[in-house]
């Protein structure tokens, strides 16, 4: 390699000190986890006068700070080698000066629905990525169409033709932001009358999609003779979203499209795989190894960019660090993928839903990068095409001599054989009888397919890296009202579950082929949902025992009670410090902590049960494909800093009993504390939990009492909810009487 004989660093990793306390203080609180723990089995065994109600309340207790323990235990495999890494482009551009010195890129954008994922968010994503300073004859962009719809097509279409302007307009004035409704509405664009005349071509041709989009079809006016076949596929009478065959048509053709400089255009595919009702399509896994096959037989790229729809390009130089990382001998021929962070745009001052995600996709993935390296994420990665064939020791050969790594495609991608392969390679039943999916490409059986593929990566043996550049590589879209947030994780829960109680459980499986720290790291998310348990008895038994005059925790004479005390600052005092280091507020923090509460007790909870009717087979497992079209009124709410409720989900019914519950114990304990009737001493640590419950239930109260918009909750759900909580209380005070 050049870069080596020159003596040149493409990139620098270094372990932060932190883990040092990490290690330190994981070991005091392992030691304070034990004694609670034997304090509790002790309670348990050795004191056969128990009563009933109390032999009730601890055994909860028991179960809950259990599995608290596990999670626990889980999450320590993050806080031993946490590990950053900085990639040094300019190192790499010093060898890599000739376009023949580039690998060449396969770009995948997956959309699933035209009126959930506006055509045009796709066409600008798309736009943004054949924009890379990239040589553009090595650069090709496959666009995966699961909602089968022309208006997609359509979108890009239009995308081609303004991105020979766009293109050189972006080269020739450097600018970062290459979604052009980015950098139209950053305070960077120049003003000039290029610049308008760009912008306002691109204001057509937004106008354009727009109408079509809001028709449902291609006006006569917008219809082009080039492109007239790959229409007419749609209009088949037969033709519905779930059953219709394959339609690939090259939009841009490198060879032949030149941009208005002069320059090639990169390659620009529209891939709508075949549907057909009677065979699985396996949602996002399914349509990426489409696009896997796809472009093998068109491009072959040794690399390949995974994106959402929504998740465009902040920074062109983004595939020039990621090569830093593949072209380094000593991690190269063992990289699966280099995962850059899922970064967002436009959050309120608290971010309240906590959309930032940063232990997710900030603070984690340090941890995992002294590891085996980060888990995949499903966007914004940049995957090595050989990951998808086996481990990196047993390569797996694959069906069709097209589809193997080596294979140098050599006619032009609008070639009609290479179109007739693709359509072959794109049918419902390809796979059948082969090992896509199982051992080969993207991983089914779970609605997580990022998480469960880049766990069985790591598991054959490849690693992946985190690579967290100051500026954004990319940037996405969040949800903006509660709903879709915390239906948007509950398919994750499902996802999760199906992991982690499939045969290749973290745990069992994962330690085996992983080793001990990446198997619990994994198993810190898999295991997920088990949390809802001991918040839920959290949420709930102290408060309705206070309300019952029942005693369930030590007296704060007890010595015992410091444990308890230790167990919860130290607990939240890391999690604080370790978000504030991360670049948090503590505003955000307060969000982050109660959004963690509230994805519990919703999406972890109703999960938990959509998991369990899957396995039933009540429900048939879905993919609820996250709308990213926002009404302006809730936005304007959002921003604001107001909690969106507003439809009446059955995920509110679990906040807003919790909120009752607790404001109710509270107001209780509060009024026997002052006429005496109460003993603190014994009471303080119900009378605690119930207060931090109704701190963070505050947007629940006012959502319920004092709100007159749109997004306040339901006046059905706190009916429900209120007589929920009456229930609760009723059998809680029946068994602490019993
Ligand atoms: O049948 C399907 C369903 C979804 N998608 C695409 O998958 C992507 C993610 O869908 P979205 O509704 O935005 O889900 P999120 O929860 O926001 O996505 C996160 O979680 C998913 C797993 O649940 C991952 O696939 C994503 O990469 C990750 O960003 C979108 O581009 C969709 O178009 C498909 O292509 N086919
Ligand atoms: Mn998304």
């Known amino acids: 390699m050049e870069y080596a004989e020159a003596n040149l660093q493409l990139n620098l990793s270094r372990l932060l000190p932190r883990r040092i306390f990490n290690r330190a203080f994981a070991l005091v609180y392992s030691a304070a986890i034990s004694a609670v723990l034997y304090h509790h089995v002790e309670t348990l065994l050795r004191r056969p006068t128990n009563t009933f109600p109390s032999f009730f309340t601890t055994l909860s207790m028991v179960m809950s700070d259990i599995i608290l323990a596990f999670m626990w235990l889980n999450s320590q495999a993050f806080r031993m080698n946490p590990v950053t890494t900085k990639p040094f482009p300019e190192n790499l551009q010093k060898v890599l000066n000739r376009p023949e010195d580039f690998p060449a890129l396969d770009v995948f954008i997956c959309t699933a629905d035209p ?80 610049t308008e005349k760009i912008k306002e071509m691109y204001e057509n041709m937004k106008t354009r999609v727009e109408n079509v989009v809001k028709t449902g079809y291609i006006t006569e006016e917008y219809k082009s003779s080039e492109h007239e076949e790959a229409f007419g596929k749609y209009k088949a009478e037969d033709f519905t979203i779930q059953h219709h065959p394959p339609i690939i048509q090259v939009v841009s053709e490198s060879r032949e499209e030149k941009d208005v400089g002069g320059c090639c255009m990169p390659n620009l595919i529209y891939v709508s795989r075949q549907k057909i009702p009677t065979s ?37 130089s983004t595939p020039l660090k990621m090569l830093c990382y593949y072209m380094d001998n000593s991690i190269g021929p063992n990289l699966a993928y280099v995962q850059f962070p899922v970064c967002f745009n436009g959050f309120n001052k608290a971010d309240i839903y906590s959309s930032e995600f ?163 790291a994994y198993s810190y998310y898999a295991f997920g949902p088990l949390w809802s348990f001991p918040v839920m008895v959290y949420a709930f038994l102290p408060q309705t025992t206070l309300l019952n005059n029942f005693s369930i925790f030590p007296k704060v004479s007890d010595p015992w009670f410091f444990l308890y005390v230790f167990l919860f600052l130290g607990a939240y005092g890391q999690d604080y410090v370790e978000f504030v280091l991360a670049k948090g507020t503590t505003l955000r ?3 982050d902590q109660r959004m963690w509460l509230i994805r519990i007790l919703t999406s972890d909870l109703f999960g938990t049960l959509e998991y369990i009717s899957n396995h039933l ?66 009471m303080f640590v119900q009378m605690i939990l119930a207060c931090f419950g109704t701190a963070n239930s505050w947007p629940v109260y006012e959502a319920m009492f004092s709100r007159t918009d749109k997004g306040r909750m339901p006046a059905k759900i706190t009916l429900i909810s209120i007589f929920l909580a009456w229930v609760l209380f009723a059998v809680v005070s029946f068994i602490t009487k019993m």
């Open 115 to 194: 009126y959930k994922e506006p055509p045009m968010k796709v066409a600008a994503t798309a736009l943004s990525v054949m924009a890379y300073d990239y040589p553009t004859e090595k650069l090709s962009i496959y666009v995966s169409d699961d909602g089968g719809s022309e208006l997609t097509l359509f979108a890009l279409i239009e995308a081609a033709k303004f991105g020979k302007v766009w293109l050189p307009f972006c080269k020739e004035n450097r600018v970062l932001e290459r979604c052009p409704e980015a950098y139209f509405g950053s305070e960077f664009a120049a003003r000039n009358s290029e």
């Open 280 to 316: 699985p399509h396996h949602f996002k896994a399914g349509a990426l190894n489409v696009l896997l096959r796809v472009s093998a037989v068109m491009t072959n790229a040794p690399t390949i960019l995974t994106l959402d729809c929504d998740m465009v390009s902040n920074d062109p």
């Open 358 to 520: 940063k232990r997710v996709y900030h603070i984690n993935p340090i941890g995992l990068n002294g590891l085996s390296g980060p888990d995949y994420f499903g966007t914004g990665t940049f995957f090595s095409r050989r990951a998808f064939h086996g481990s990196p020791s047993s390569p797996i050969v694959p069906e069709i001599p097209e589809l193997a790594l080596d294979y140098v495609v050599e006619k032009p991608v609008n070639d009609r054989a290479i179109l007739e392969l693709a359509h072959h390679v794109a049918s419902s039943e390809y796979e059948n009888q082969t090992k896509w999916g199982s051992e080969v490409g993207f991983r089914y059986g779970s609605l997580v397919e990022d998480y469960y593929t880049g766990y069985r990566l790591h598991c054959e043996g490849w690693k992946s890296v985190y690579c967290s550049p100051e500026r954004p590589a990319f940037l996405s879209e969040m949800p903006i009202a509660l709903n879709d947030v915390v239906t948007q994780t509950k398919r994750w829960s499902v996802g999760l579950l199906e992991v982690s109680l499939s045969k290749y459980s973290p745990l069992m499986f994962g330690t085996r082929f992983l080793g001990p720290l990446m198997a619990h």
């Open 589 to 591: 923090w307060w969000s």
């Open 617 to 682: 087979g009540i429900a048939t497992r879905s993919f609820n494909v996250t709308s990213k079209v926002n009404d302006d009124e809730v936005k304007k709410r959002y921003d604001e800093g107001k909690f969106e409720f507003g439809v009446p989900s059955p995920m509110f019914v679990p906040l807003s009993t919790v909120a009752i519950i607790n404001l109710a114990a509270f107001f209780w304990g509060f009024s026997q504390v002052l006429t005496g009737r109460y003993n603190l001493d014994e």
